[in-house]
């Protein structure tokens, strides 16, 4: 007879974190290497790329846009003026076009790098995650489930990172591999925000948070953070959320 397991929301968002951190860079930096960066410079190079790939989910999607209060909370660790030179270059390479409220939405060009860098993510997570296909397929039906509940608990939330990226796009036939990275880096934003609202609450900005040293204050933020973060997980079981904790870690990368 199985124990009874006890892993809270809470304590589940708080080891879940780290675990959602290396999938997703893993994916991410196997794609740099395997060609995203070569599809880059086919495209002008980081300078006009760059913003596409970091809202790709959102930009990929027919007639989206990512408004400027979403911009912002996407960005609210660094420079707002240096981000604003950013998108202009990226305008200037004809990748991106201005919407009113500061925000933006991709050109035709743009589109067809996202379709381009798609491709290259899915050959890339097949190689990556090869022989895993089970584990992939239980990640994405697990995260799939709780980015519905996420988007559902955020509805009529103001502009944050998450109601900005999510529900990422995922047209049919998006291969596991690619609809688990975008989940993954969807819930990353999840986090995000409710990581944003901690320190907020606590009297901090996102640059002095930046500078807070290991400690009881910063302990206490992290901790406010996973209750902030752990409503989407109710969603699952205590033994599906140990099952998702231990798919993540068996993943290489």
């Known amino acids: 007879m199985r124990e009874h397991v006890e892993l809270p929301p809470h304590r ?13 860079i893993a994916g991410m930096l196997a794609g740099r290497d395997g060609g995203g960066a070569e599809l880059s410079s086919r495209y002008g190079g980081p300078a006009a790329t760059g913003f596409l790939v970091e809202f790709r989910t ?5 007639g989206g846009t990512v408004g400027g209060p979403g911009f912002a909370a996407v960005t609210r660790y660094r420079d707002p003026a240096a981000c604003q030179r950013a998108l202009d270059k990226q305008v200037a390479y004809g990748m991106l076009q ?10 035709e060009r743009g589109l067809a790098f996202l379709r381009e860098l798609s491709g290259v993510h899915a050959e890339v997570t097949e190689e990556l995650w090869a022989g895993h296909d089970d584990r992939v397929e239980r990640l994405v039906t697990a995260l799939g489930r709780v ?11 103001r502009p944050g990172a998450f109601t900005t990226m999510a529900p990422p796009y995922e047209p049919d036939g998006t291969p596991p591999g690619v609809l688990l990275l975008n989940r993954l ?24 948070v930046v500078e807070l040293p290991a400690g009881p204050e910063r302990r206490a933020i992290e901790l406010e953070t996973d209750r902030r973060a752990a409503g989407p997980y109710t969603v699952l079981t205590a ?4 099952a998702v904790l231990a798919d ?3 993943l290489p990368g």
Do not use: N
């Open 12 to 24: 589940f968002a708080g080891l879940l974190a780290p675990a959602v951190d290396r999938a997703f």
């Open 98 to 107: 201005r919407v009113p409220d500061g925000g933006c939405c991709a050109t």
């Open 248 to 250: 993540l870690a068996a």
């Open 185 to 208: 880096g969807t819930m990353r934003y999840h986090r995000a925000d409710a990581h944003a609202a901690a320190w907020t609450a606590a009297g901090h900005t996102a640059a002095s």
């Open 58 to 62: 959102r930009l990929a999607v027919p």
């Open 239 to 242: 033994e599906e959320r140990l």
């Open 147 to 157: 980015l519905a509940y996420a988007v559902r608990l955020a509805d009529g939330d």
